[in-house]
């Protein structure tokens, strides 16, 4: 099976729960985690520290760039994070989990 994580983040709770439920409810992922992080960067030759929220989405790799679709029609930031990792080698009953709940 071909699973793979993707990463965003966003500036609030609302709107990660919001691409969270989007995605949950269009059958591209099967488990969305959010995690309060603080994050460090150069925006604009400026450098930030912000607190964010990670979202971490479960996901099929044939659905990455439909996930990275909606995240983009739902997203605030002009350039948001979307990172993909693959997770394939996890296990068997979990990546069976993912499968299941996507279409």
Do not use: G
């Not at 959010?34 to 607190?51: G, P, R």
């Not at 990275?68 to 394939?88: A, C, G, L, R, T």
């Amino acid at each position: 099976m071909n699973i793979t994580l993707v990463q965003t983040t966003c500036v609030s709770k609302a709107e990660a729960k919001n691409i969270a439920k989007v995605l949950i409810d269009s059958k591209l992922a099967a488990c969305v985690q959010l995690s309060e992080i603080e994050s460090f960067y150069n925006w604009h030759d400026e450098f930030c520290c912000d607190n964010e929220i990670l979202v971490s989405i479960k996901t099929k790799k044939e659905d990455f760039d439909k996930v990275k679709s909606k995240i983009k029609e739902h997203h605030s930031y002009d350039v948001p994070e979307i990172i993909e990792i693959d997770i394939s080698n996890s296990s068997k009953k979990y990546l069976k989990f993912i499968e299941e709940n996507t279409k």
